[in-house]
């Protein structure tokens, strides 16, 4: 396997951006977050941003899909494929290496597996030039850009033949887009016990620093009670507690709940990675050193540039 990209995951609270932090700065390297929330600007204590954690001997190491978007704004899977496709070929352009790090498990699957999902422009000049072809001659164009063509579905419809072809000719003509990631894999991991205590512990101190007064300050903004609930955990409990529907012991103990069962969730994701085929090799806690090994070992032996 020649590997393009070091992948670091975990559920909540294991360390992993500042095992990332000391991984990239040792091996050139920059990071790329696969966190559904930190794209959001204003949206720091909530989220766990700590920017800080990416300053390492006074060297900030370099970050993207982070505060790069409003709040007020929609972000999606399409959105996030995109602006990862456009950091990973800047990163590999500057030769130096990619880490996919984070813990959003959608977001994680959809660049470990190479989702396909290129925005098709039905309204473009070139697919009105195919909607006048007949099937025959569409399939046609298709299978000479294709060859390969395993779904022959593609091959039925008309609309799904177009589809077909200009996803095809986007990602030919692209040259900003990488077909394949061949991802090496690490993954943090705790004692549930210990992940526990690391959660309840963490949402004590943002609470203590400021996460109450972060969402009094985005309603401020224009970010209504709706979209905070859309936000999840931090931002849900805080708004409703901000709107007296839930006291303040009862925020902390619905969100403690929370975000504990957010972990468990993100551990049936990393399953499925692992029962797709996908090898991740776990870590216990931020080993830093069984990590640089392993990357020396299997990802720079076999480097695919």
């Known amino acids: 396997m020649n590997f393009n990209l070091i992948t670091i995951l975990g559920p909540t609270a294991v360390g992993k951006t500042k095992l990332a932090v000391k991984l990239a700065y040792y091996f050139n390297g920059e990071i790329i977050s696969a966190d559904s929330r930190q794209v959001y600007v204003g949206m720091d204590i909530g989220t766990g941003k700590d920017l800080a954690d990416y300053v390492i001997d006074d060297f900030k190491i370099p970050y993207h899909l982070v505060d790069v978007i409003s709040p007020k704004e929609e972000f999606d899977l399409y959105k996030f494929i995109k602006l990862f496709y456009e950091a990973y070929n800047v990163i590999k352009k500057n030769k130096r290496t990619p880490f996919l790090v984070g813990g959003t498990g959608l977001y994680l699957h959809s660049i470990l597996t190479n989702y396909n999902l290129t925005d098709v422009d039905f309204n473009s000049i070139r697919a009105k030039e195919l909607s006048k072809l007949d099937n ?11 060859k390969d063509l395993h779904n022959t579905t593609d091959l039925i419809e ?27 894999v690490l993954g943090v991991y705790l004692d549930r016990n210990e992940i526990k205590k690391r959660i309840t512990a963490r949402l004590k101190e943002r609470l203590k620093n400021g996460m109450i007064e972060e969402v009094e300050e985005l309603l401020k903004k224009g970010i209504t009670h709706e979209k905070l609930e859309f936000f999840g955990l931090e931002y849900k409990y805080v708004s409703l507690f901000l709107q007296n529907k839930l006291n303040y012991n009862d925020m902390y103990q619905k969100l403690n ?11 049936t994701w990393f399953r499925k990675i692992e029962n797709e085929g996908l090898q991740i090799h776990w870590l216990k806690g931020t080993d830093f050193e069984t990590a640089k090994d392993l990357i020396e070992q299997e990802y720079l032996g076999n480097v695919n540039e």
């Open 158 to 184: 008309k609309e799904r033949i177009i589809r077909a072809i200009l996803i095809e000719e986007d990602e030919t003509k692209n040259s900003n887009h990488t077909k394949t990631i061949y991802p090496f």
């Open 257 to 267: 709940s929370a975000i504990h069962n957010f972990a468990k969730k993100q551990m």
């Open 136 to 146: 025959d001659s569409l399939r046609k164009i298709l299978l000479q850009s294709n």
